[in-house]
T-cell receptor
Framework: DGGITQSPKYLFRKEGQNVTLSCEQN?????MYWYRQDPGQGLRLIYY???????QKGDIAEGYSVSREKKESFPLTVTSAQKNPTAFYLC??????????????FGAGSRLTVL | DQQVKQNSPSLSVQEGRISILNCDYT??????FLWYKKYPAEGPTFLIS?????DKNEDGRFTVFLNKSAKHLSLHIVPSQPGDSAVYFC????????????FGQGTRLTINP
């Protein structure tokens, strides 16, 4: 079955540590995204990538970094510079289309808790 | 600056009745609007979309209405079923940022038996 796999599902981190969240897709989608969900704030875009070896900052990129070395993979690193990293992180992918609705397919999410 | 707003954090509806979820937006450059449904500890799943050149789109029990002059859209679910209990997110796509979606805060819908 095609889909998006995020790991780990749950992650605990001590303050000052960097952590990397994995996102892999086998949908052959060109574009990939990272969103963050906080209670009462909906989904906010962290980073997105439309093609391999290229990515752009979203609305809340500070304290995060990404890489896109392979089409299938878009890992997110939450650095110690992120002031409030405890959240639910969602990875998504889509085809690169301009016409028509840009339907994102989401993974199941990773919950990060900073202790 | 919240460009997409869902002002009702929660909604409770009797099974079999109509559920109406609302969404307001501020950016007139949005060209597509989408609704996503999310269960706890899962990723959102796409439900239905509408182009800004239309005012209605229907898919089974789900209908989305768009009022461009009011910058308002709504999702109607008829009849509501227990499995519809979830958080519903409204999302919008801007023309210039064609690959990005802006999401509202979500509305938690509870269908009571």
């Amino acid at each position: 079955d095609g889909g998006i796999t995020q790991s780990p599902k749950y992650l605990f981190r001590k303050e000052g540590q960097n952590v990397t969240l994995s996102c892999e897709q086998n949908l052959n989608h060109d574009a990939m995204y990272w969103y963050r969900q906080d209670p009462g704030q909906g989904l906010r875009l962290i980073y997105y990538s439309q093609i391999v070896n290229d990515f752009q900052k979203g609305d809340i990129a500070e304290g995060y970094s990404v890489s896109r070395e392979k089409k299938e993979s878009f890992p997110l690193t939450v650095t110690s510079a992120q002031k409030n990293p405890t959240a639910f992180y969602l990875c998504a992918s889509s085809t690169r289309q301009v016409a028509g609705a840009n339907v994102l397919t989401f993974g199941a999410g990773s919950r990060l808790t900073v202790l | 600056d919240q460009q997409v707003k869902q002002n009702s954090p929660s909604l409770s509806v009797q099974e079999g009745r109509i559920s109406i979820l609302n969404c307001d937006y501020t950016n007139s450059m949005f060209d597509y609007f989408l609704w996503y449904k999310k269960y706890p500890a899962e990723g959102p799943t796409f439900l239905i979309s509408i182009s800004s050149i239309k005012d209605k789109n229907e898919d089974g029990r789900f209908t989305v209405f768009l009022n461009k002059s009011a910058k308002h859209l709504s999702l109607h679910i008829v009849p509501s079923q227990p499995g519809d209990s979830a958080v519903y997110f409204c999302a919008a796509r801007g023309i210039q940022g064609a690959q990005k979606l802006v999401f509202g805060q979500g509305t938690r819908l509870t269908i009571n038996p």
